[in-house]
């Protein structure tokens, strides 16, 4: 059982690039969420979802973009990217029911 | 929300408990306390959650004040492997408010020989 599965783990972006951080759930769970974590800080709320079609804004969700078009998938997007972005970027999922949020590996992103 | 409250460190022997304390005065009657907490270039992993009762699983024990204002995790003996950030956190029953956690800067537990 895989969990919750963050592609890619390390990316260097240049300023101004775009890309895409992929998360992806076997789970089936309705909830899934994005949060970054800076360097001794914890973590905040990008983005979230509570199933598919349904996305809503976290508490730092300037600069991304997120989709949620199928119940596994929630793709998080960097336009544009800044030196403020640089950050452990991670995807969880929770079910809809559950006490648990499960969290994937982390993403690790560097703007230069 | 409700905030928390924890200190930014602690220090264990190995082999001794530890309690992890969490002051959260401003807890509503439907906020459940979660504990999570996050090894070294890892994502958070659930430890433990209460309402009002004492609670026990595999990985710790949850200890709630009777006024709910403040919680304890208990480690009954820690690990070198127990070494981690542990997180307090508070989620309402409703479900705008359990689509989010907040976490706080949590409390840096190290664990010694």
């Known amino acids: 059982n895989a969990g919750v599965t963050q592609t890619p783990k390390f990316r260097i972006l240049k300023i101004g690039q775009s890309m895409t951080l992929q998360c992806t759930q076997d789970?089936?769970?309705?909830?899934m969420y994005w949060y970054r974590q800076d360097p001794g800080m914890g973590l905040k709320l990008i983005y979230y979802?509570?199933?598919?079609?349904?996305?809503d804004k976290g508490e730092v969700p300037n600069g991304y973009n997120v989709s949620r078009s199928t119940t596994e998938d929630f793709p998080l997007r960097l336009e544009l990217a800044a030196p403020s972005q640089t950050s452990v970027y991670f995807c969880?999922?929770?079910?809809?029911?559950?006490?648990?949020?499960?969290f994937g590996e982390g993403s690790w992103l560097t703007v230069v | 929300d409700a905030k928390t409250t924890q200190p930014n460190s602690m220090e264990s022997n190995e082999e001794e408990p530890v309690h992890l304390p969490c002051n959260h005065s401003?807890?509503?009657?439907?906020?459940?306390i979660h504990w999570y907490r996050q090894l070294p270039s890892q994502g958070p992993e659930y430890v433990i959650h209460g309402l009002t009762s004492n609670v026990n699983n595999r990985m710790a024990s949850l200890a709630i004040a009777e006024d709910r204002k403040s919680s304890t995790l208990i480690l009954h003996r820690a690990t070198l492997r127990d070494a981690a950030v542990y997180y307090c956190i508070l989620r309402g029953l409703n479900t705008g408010t359990a689509s989010k956690l907040t976490f706080g800067t949590g409390t840096r537990l190290q664990v010694t020989l």
């Open positions: 401003t807890i509503s009657g439907t906020d459940y």
């Open positions: 969880a999922c929770r079910d809809t029911t559950g006490n648990t949020i499960y």
């Open positions: 789970m089936n769970h309705n909830y």
């Open positions: 979802s509570v199933g598919a079609g349904i996305t």
